[in-house]
């Protein structure tokens, strides 16, 4: 306890560091007040359908990425996901794309432009998505719930949605450069813990409250929680260490090179996008059943949309464990990594430079991104098994899927941040022995 407060002196201490905290929590605090604001024309007071719509399934999943925002009709509704489905697109059309591959290898400038289209395709996604959510919105609230009507509430929502995501997107930025940690990362990261207090006393209310299983059985269940909590920390963290000798070269009386370094290989590189891919999957078969008359198709329905039944879980696990290979494929590449460690006159000890060194590193990740796919296969579908166990579906969430891995990676990212800024000031780090690791590539973080 003693050295946490000496810890948390310190931090206060740095005058940067200190600024850059307080500009975070700023920056967050008008979010959080954003998420309140109900959108002009709709009366906050029957928002109760909406709220019981947007308990479980895609709703609940975008309601809890929003912060709420969704459920409360609010001017943030469309939340910060339009632009991190707009940066998934560009991530890919950098693989297939020649002009967007030679944009990733220009630099910054290159970088600017890859942003600037970034921001583009966010707007032509929010003026495809808002009339969507309006729509939701007719159809779920009653007709007494809309004081405005007609073409001028659908434009002036319209523009006030796209606007809402765009400036939730403006913070992030903000919080990226004047703040501490990746600000689009942290959003989504505040979005998912305002829910976890109500998650937190409903879960306790229902075990102390008539046959629920006491006091016992609930820090049972937080026990269990801590331990997956570890359990994804290690997922995150871990790595398999390729080792890469550098050539020594003598230029005058110096001499550079002849060291050995290491390629961390993630686990898990691909972070949290798999879960996200396969959840996707996972619900346009029953979008497109809900438009046929079969009684075998209604049938594959009821069973994929039982989030806790066996087929629905077996077939999102093969999913993400598929995805996982996938998206590892696309955004780890062997070769870049032997041209450029060629280049700098580095080889992998015992291995020819080259297409032995390609061939290695491939080798190497289809290993270690077995396991990885399996422990996240896993991970998604803890909350169905918590489910299963009694746990009430919102904490549910929180036992594994994308809530998780999100939490885990923005908080390790966030807290590496901090600890540089100890170290170069010559302070104790966060730990007194160890040092937190690295920024997790594919995950929230990476947006």
Sequence with gaps: MKGL??????????????????????????????TKVVLPGIDP????????????????LLNMFSGGAFANASIFALGIMPYISASIVIQLLGIAVPYFQKLQKEGESGHRKINQITRYLTVIILVLQAPGYLLNLHSTLP????????????????????????????????ITDKGIGNGISIIIMIGIIARLPFSFFAELGSKIEGQGGGLILFVIEIVVLFLVFAATILLVQGTRKIPVQYAKRIVGNKQYGGVRQYIPLKVNAAGVMPIIFAQAIMFLPMAFVNYA??????????????????????????????????YTAITVNPTQMAEDMKKNGGFIPGIKPGKKTIDFLDTVMSRITLPGSIFLGFVAILPAFAMIAGVNNQFAHFYGGTSLLILVGVVLDTLQQIESHL????YDGLMKSGRIKGKTPGGAAAY
């Excluded at 007071?45 to 609940?60: M, N, W």
């Excluded at 719930?145 to 073409?151: C, E, H, R, S, V």
């Excluded at 170290?423 to 010559?426: G, I, V």
């Design 423 to 426: 170290l170069m000031r010559h």
């Design 5 to 34: 407060i000496e810890t948390l002196r310190n931090i206060w201490k740095i005058e940067d560091l200190r600024s850059r905290i307080l500009t975070t929590l700023a920056l967050l605090l008008v979010y959080r007040l954003g």
């Design 45 to 60: 007071a029957q928002l109760g359908a909406l709220k019981s719509q947007t308990a479980d399934g895609v709703l609940g």
């Design 143 to 174: 007709e007494t719930a809309f004081i405005l009507k007609g073409t001028f509430f659908t434009v002036s929502s319209v523009i006030i949605l796209a606007a809402g995501s765009m400036f939730i997107m403006w913070l992030g930025e903000k």
């Design 293 to 326: 008359a079969s009684d075998a198709l209604t049938g594959v329905a009821a069973a994929l949309s039982n989030y806790t039944g066996f087929w629905y879980n077996a077939l999102f696990f093969v999913m993400i464990v598929l995805f996982t290979y996938f």
